[in-house]
């Protein structure tokens, strides 16, 4: 399929061909018919693509600060190769989109196959579009009509917030797309509507619609003029839909504004408020966020758990429903508002001038016969083939990839490490497909996918790395395991003691009967019986143990138990974020914590006995990202695992202090060691090197050896320990594995 994109590095606006997304649960999939583009908003993502990497930098000041503490923590280097890879991602346009239902993810009840949809989906012939985000359309409303439908929402949401009441005299100011909309759905609503704009096109359309309106350009004072059209009372309300860098609209706006007047912000402005103007008549202000109730709310929006009715009355979904009501009606009219409707391969007469004038609205039209494949072949022979990859001819199952997930560690770190270290990276799959589109490219990767199933099912390659959000791990595991794969998953494994036996039994059915030596209470494996060549191995991305440092750390402290300290200061990550979800991310300890519990494992040459894990807080929860946690090993070593959320991101993300036989060991930050008691040795230096490459190389060697680089025996009691710590966080006691 054909998708519309923004490549913010080189600063072009692509039509691309990506694979079509597939149907997810509690989500519908739309074949697009019309999408609408948004001339404000699209045009300043257009600008910032096209905008050079100084100006970028001053766009986002916050970022930049950011970037400098990374630079103090992680070298210049590093941080460097972090923001151009995240510039290399292209940005998806659009978020009005209307089309015809195709298929229906498991959970939908409300809508079916055939039924027209209004949603928030991107400039594609296809999109994936969760329930909440998508509306029915009306019979009596087209589809022209209903791509205003987000738009239209935008407009309605700043009307709530300023709940006008019959009679009142509200402004405008912008009337743009969203200004239009919003002054017509005003007059609708019984009030008195004053609206002005430098765009006369833009008045004279408000005018059309009955609205009071004017051209500041023209010798207008905007103050003045709402004055005294208010017999020097002062607006009641003011919704501000401009676009303008400058603090006077926020200062017009309270200057026309009566006593105890509510403004709201839906556009975007300068906020140099100055005090005094809102002092002086007890002035409220509130900025309007998006469609309404329930945007940015991953509950509602991504797993469908809508607010009640008698309490939230008007939610984003209600408020799209509310507009197509009101098209249907006749109450609201946008079709004047059309200035262009343009198929879809011919974007770029919208795209090449979105300041040009004349311009309100522009449509999109899509071809009625576009074709959806689940994946795109990037290179292909003269046969139509795809050849072996690169042209090497190397045959299958002699270590060709494929990649499940395209994210940005991904993007950032697998697949520039796998392709330094050589590796025949065939295909990469994501459930969105552009993504994957991207990372096809960036990696020369021959085939890009949107539905994972097809790598499983290609018979060249024999193994898979799984990059997916946690929760998908084990489940993934398991498929390709069935399908005879190689896996390589990055941390963690899985997130329950089920999932974790699963996996064991896929790797070795010889156990469902028995013929494995089991601790049935500790759940422990014999090394022996996991290191078998004859199935698929299983290895976690368990990347510190392959560090330089850790590995010259580990050959100076020698054999014996050790004391073993980690810290890893994590930084904070909001609490809405998906890594803190029990049930997709697992927390921070089983889904990030597991890494510093192998490197201890690793470093003590052991494997962990007891667990005891303590929270900070008077009152620890199963889910934390301040925890210290203790490890015993069966050869005597004892490690801490620091692990906190609360410390400054200019400090040293990481370090690592180890003691045995009158040796101390510390690595910091993955660049320097320093030892202290041991003979001829006392630094070491290097650039960040968290152990990607080695392991890498390693991993390659692995898949052609049949012998893993991680024991299986290592990456259960790993699991198991972190499983364990949060048994300990919600028992108070040292939990034995």
Same mark, same amino acid.
């Given at each position: 399929?054909?998708?519309?994109?923004?490549?913010?590095?080189?600063?072009n606006?692509?039509l691309?061909?990506?694979?079509?997304?597939?149907?997810?649960?509690?989500?519908?999939?739309?074949?697009?018919?019309?999408?609408?583009?948004?001339?404000?908003?699209?045009?300043?993502?257009?600008?910032?693509?096209k905008?050079?990497?100084?100006?970028?930098?001053?766009?986002?000041?916050?970022?930049?600060?950011?970037?400098?503490?990374?630079m103090?923590a992680?070298?210049?280097l590093?941080?460097?190769e972090?923001?151009?890879?995240?510039?290399?991602?292209p940005?998806?346009l659009?978020?009005?989109?209307?089309?015809?239902?195709?298929?229906?993810?498991?959970?939908?009840?409300?809508?079916?196959?055939?039924?027209?949809?209004?949603?928030?989906?991107?400039?594609?012939?296809?999109?994936?579009?969760?329930?909440n985000l998508c509306?029915?359309?009306?019979?009596?409303?087209?589809?022209?009509?209903?791509?205003?439908?987000?738009i239209?929402?935008?407009g309605?949401?700043?009307?709530?917030l300023?709940?006008?009441?019959?009679?009142?005299?509200i402004?405008?100011?912008?009337?743009?797309?969203?200004?239009?909309?919003?002054?017509?759905?005003?007059?609708?609503?019984?009030?008195?509507?004053?609206?002005?704009?430098?765009?006369?096109?833009?008045?004279?359309?408000a005018?059309?619609?009955?609205?009071?309106?004017?051209?500041?350009?023209?010798?207008?004072?905007?103050?003045?003029?709402?004055?005294?059209?208010?017999?020097?009372?002062?607006?009641?309300?003011?919704?501000?839909?401009a676009?303008?860098?400058?603090?006077?609209?926020?200062?017009?706006?309270?200057?026309?504004?009566?006593k105890r007047?509510?403004?709201i912000?839906?556009?975007v402005?300068?906020?140099?408020i100055?005090?005094?103007?809102?002092?002086?008549?007890?002035?409220t202000f509130?900025?309007?966020?998006?469609?309404?109730?329930?945007?940015?709310?991953?509950?509602?929006?991504?797993?469908?758990?809508?607010?009640p009715?008698?309490?939230?009355?008007w939610t984003?979904?209600?408020?799209?429903?509310?507009?197509?009501?009101?098209?249907?009606?006749?109450?609201?009219?946008?079709?004047?508002?059309i200035?262009?409707?343009?198929a879809?391969?011919q974007?770029?007469?919208?795209?090449?001038d979105?300041?040009?004038? +004349?311009?309100? /609205?522009?449509? #999109?039209?899509y071809?009625? $016969?576009?074709?959806?494949? =689940? %994946?795109?072949?990037?290179r292909?022979?003269?046969?139509g083939?795809?050849?072996?990859?690169?042209g090497?001819?190397?045959?299958?199952?002699k270590?060709?990839?494929?990649?499940?997930?395209a994210?940005?560690?991904?993007?950032?770190?697998?697949?520039?490490?796998?392709?330094?270290?050589?590796?025949?990276?065939?295909a990469?799959?994501?459930?969105? +497909?552009?993504? /994957?589109?991207? #990372?096809?490219k960036?990696? $020369?990767?021959?085939?890009? =996918? %949107?539905?994972?199933?097809?790598?499983?099912?290609d018979?060249?390659?024999?193994?898979?790395?799984?990059?997916?959000?946690?929760n998908?791990h084990?489940s993934?595991?398991?498929?390709?395991?069935?399908?005879g794969?190689n896996?390589?998953?990055?941390?963690?494994?899985?997130?329950?003691?089920?999932?974790l036996e699963?996996?064991?039994?896929?790797c070795?059915?010889?156990?469902?009967?028995?013929?494995?030596?089991v601790?049935?209470?500790?759940q422990q494996?014999?090394?022996?019986?996991?290191?078998?060549?004859?199935?698929?191995?299983v290895?976690?991305g368990?990347?510190?143990?392959?560090?330089?440092?850790?590995?010259?750390?580990?050959?100076?402290?020698?054999?014996?138990?050790?004391?073993?300290v980690a810290?890893?200061?994590a930084?904070?990550?909001?609490?809405?974020?998906w890594?803190?979800?029990?049930t997709?991310?697992?927390?921070?300890?089983?889904?990030?914590?597991?890494?510093?519990?192998?490197?201890?494992?690793?470093?003590?040459?052991?494997?962990?006995?007891?667990?005891?894990?303590?929270?900070?807080?008077?009152?620890?929860?199963?889910?934390?990202?301040?925890?210290?946690?203790?490890?015993?090993?069966?050869?005597?070593?004892?490690?801490?695992?620091?692990?906190?959320?609360?410390?400054?991101?200019?400090?040293?993300k990481?370090?690592?202090?180890?003691?045995?036989?009158?040796?101390?060991?510390?690595?910091?930050?993955?660049?320097?060691l320093?030892?202290?008691?041991?003979?001829?040795?006392?630094?070491?230096?290097?650039?960040?090197?968290?152990?990607?490459?080695?392991?890498f190389?390693?991993?390659?060697?692995s898949?052609?050896?049949?012998?893993?680089?991680i024991?299986?025996?290592e990456i259960?009691?790993?699991?198991?320990?972190?499983?364990?710590?949060?048994?300990s966080?919600?028992?108070?006691?040292w939990?034995?594995?």
């Amino acid at each position: 399929m054909k998708q519309i994109i923004q490549d913010l590095k080189k600063g072009n606006t692509i039509l691309e061909e990506v694979p079509a997304p597939q149907v997810k649960a509690g989500s519908l999939l739309i074949k697009t018919t019309r999408s609408l583009v948004s001339l404000g908003t699209e045009r300043m993502l257009v600008e910032f693509g096209k905008a050079g990497f100084i100006d970028k930098a001053r766009q986002q000041p916050d970022k930049v600060k950011q970037v400098l503490d990374k630079m103090k923590a992680e070298g210049i280097l590093p941080t460097l190769e972090a923001v151009f890879n995240k510039l290399n991602q292209p940005l998806p346009l659009g978020y009005c989109n209307v089309g015809v239902v195709e298929a229906v993810g498991k959970g939908v009840h409300r809508f079916k196959v055939g039924d027209r949809i209004a949603s928030n989906g991107n400039h594609a012939e296809y999109v994936c579009v969760p329930e909440n985000l998508c509306a029915l359309i009306p019979d009596g409303v087209s589809d022209e009509e209903a791509a205003f439908t987000v738009i239209g929402s935008i407009g309605l949401q700043g009307i709530r917030l300023c709940n006008p009441t019959f009679g009142e005299t509200i402004v405008v100011i912008g009337l743009g797309l969203i200004g239009l909309v919003t002054a017509e759905l005003l007059k609708a609503n019984g009030c008195r509507v004053i609206g002005y704009d430098f765009d006369q096109q833009k008045v004279d359309m408000a005018r059309s619609k009955g609205i009071t309106a004017f051209n500041p350009a023209q010798g207008t004072d905007p103050v003045k003029f709402v004055q005294q059209a208010t017999n020097e009372t002062g607006a009641d309300g003011v919704i501000i839909t401009a676009s303008a860098k400058s603090d006077e609209v926020i200062h017009q706006a309270a200057d026309m504004s009566r006593k105890r007047g509510r403004i709201i912000l839906v556009g975007v402005i300068g906020l140099n408020i100055r005090r005094d103007d809102f002092y002086k008549k007890e002035l409220t202000f509130q900025v309007s966020c998006s469609y309404g109730p329930g945007r940015y709310d991953e509950d509602y929006e991504q797993k469908g758990q809508d607010y009640p009715l008698p309490y939230v009355r008007w939610t984003e979904q209600r408020n799209f429903e509310a507009i197509l009501q009101a098209m249907e009606s006749g109450k609201l009219d946008v079709l004047p508002l059309i200035t262009e409707q343009v198929a879809l391969e011919q974007y770029d007469e919208i795209y090449g001038d979105m300041r040009k004038k +004349g311009s309100i /609205a522009s449509i #999109l039209v899509y071809p009625e $016969n576009s074709e959806r494949n =689940s %994946s795109v072949s990037l290179r292909k022979s003269s046969e139509g083939r795809i050849p072996p990859l690169g042209g090497k001819g190397v045959a299958p199952g002699k270590g060709v990839f494929g990649i499940i997930g395209a994210g940005n560690f991904t993007s950032s770190t697998i697949i520039p490490g796998m392709n330094a270290a050589g590796a025949q990276l065939k295909a990469i799959a994501s459930a969105g +497909g552009l993504s /994957a589109k991207t #990372l096809a490219k960036k990696g $020369n990767i021959a085939v890009a =996918s %949107s539905d994972y199933k097809e790598l499983l099912n290609d018979s060249d390659i024999d193994t898979v790395m799984i990059t997916t959000r946690h929760n998908l791990h084990a489940s993934m595991t398991l498929e390709a395991l069935k399908a005879g794969k190689n896996v390589f998953v990055e941390k963690p494994l899985c997130l329950t003691e089920e999932e974790l036996e699963e996996i064991v039994i896929a790797c070795h059915p010889e156990r469902r009967e028995g013929s494995v030596s089991v601790d049935a209470d500790k759940q422990q494996i014999s090394q022996s019986s996991l290191l078998r060549n004859d199935n698929p191995m299983v290895v976690v991305g368990f990347n510190r143990r392959f560090a330089p440092l850790a590995q010259t750390m580990k050959k100076h402290l020698g054999e014996g138990p050790k004391n073993i300290v980690a810290t890893m200061n994590a930084g904070f990550i909001p609490p809405e974020v998906w890594v803190h979800d029990l049930t997709i991310g697992g927390g921070r300890i089983i889904g990030e914590a597991c890494h510093y519990i192998d490197l201890c494992t690793y470093l003590a040459g052991s494997k962990v006995t007891a667990v005891c894990m303590n929270s900070m807080g008077v009152n620890p929860e199963e889910n934390t990202d301040n925890a210290s946690i203790l490890l015993k090993y069966e050869n005597g070593s004892s490690a801490v695992i620091n692990y906190f959320a609360n410390g400054s991101k200019a400090y040293s993300k990481e370090r690592i202090e180890a003691f045995a036989q009158e040796k101390t060991l510390i690595i910091d930050n993955w660049r320097t060691l320093k030892a202290y008691g041991v003979k001829g040795f006392s630094k070491q230096k290097t650039r960040l090197d968290k152990g990607h490459k080695n392991q890498f190389k390693q991993l390659i060697e692995s898949v052609k050896s049949g012998v893993p680089i991680i024991p299986f025996d290592e990456i259960i009691n790993t699991t198991q320990a972190s499983f364990a710590a949060i048994q300990s966080l919600k028992e108070g006691r040292w939990v034995e594995l």
